[in-house]
């Protein structure tokens, strides 16, 4: 279907003015980061709002900050974070999902704000966000509040944002010493596809590595949303490295999540892929481990 349906365009100079915005039109707006999502909704007659709150002319929403916590603006885009230096020493495991994230010129465009409220299952950034226990900063009406991250995702394309708030950043704790992660992104082509499974583990490991001290771990395209799989951490927290107790901790993790049959993989498919996706991520993760310390 060609071009888009009317709307009116906004262009919010600070957060207060677009939270404002957003209260006055209610469910007739929908704030806008890179589009890349939203303008081809509309396109498709997916989503008609009447009006577009464009964020990109508020300053400071794109900034990577280090402090207590480590500050990612939600209109930082894809090859931005992907850039970064901070994130890239600190946080392989989501240079991993922004890296294989559509094209290039996607990846130039579109924000990490807008891949997280688009709240889809495949998003790539999610279950690495997960893994690393992430918070996120929304502001509204009522003044700002934080959210782990594990509860925003509500169902697919709902998440917990109240009509009249926007995500402002996401909040990254700073990983302890003998910590590593990656995430896996299982496809059928090399580049430029959705994820049949995504798999994600962040690892805390004792000093000589034989040990997972702690582990999360974040799924994606398991279930209706991005999930953590918690039994298979809590199994997994404080065993050994080793090919039998992995799969153990994979089998739990392929129970837990909820896969769906659909054109790219069936649920059984996808199960199986979870146990061995674990496997691999945490043996990556401690190999990376082992080259922070060498």
Known sequence: MDGLPPFEYHRPS???EAVALLARFGE???PM?????LLVQMKNR??????????????GLDGITDGERV???ALATHSRIKGSPLIRSRFPILIDALSRLGSQQIRNVATIGGNLCNAAPSADSAPALLALGAKIVLVGAKGKREKGLESFFLAPGKTALNPDEILESI???KPPPFSCGAYIKHMRRAALDLPIVGVATQC???PDLKKMEDIHIGLGVCAPTPIRAKAAEAFLRGKPVEEGILNQGGAIASQEAKP???????ASYRSDMIRELIHEAIFLSRDRTKGLQS
């Not at 980061?33 to 999502?37: E, K, L, N, S």
């Not at 769906?260 to 069936?266: A, C, F, I, L, V």
């Open 260 to 266: 769906r049959d659909t054109w790219r993989g069936s």
């Open 46 to 59: 997916w989503a008609s709002p009447g009006h577009l709150i464009a964020l990109k002319w508020i300053p």
């Open 14 to 16: 600070t957060i207060e």
């Open 28 to 30: 007739d707006a929908k």
């Open 204 to 206: 805390t490991f004792t």
């Open 71 to 73: 500050r990612i603006g």
């Open 33 to 37: 980061a890179g589009g890349t999502d």
């Open 171 to 173: 909040l990254l704790p």
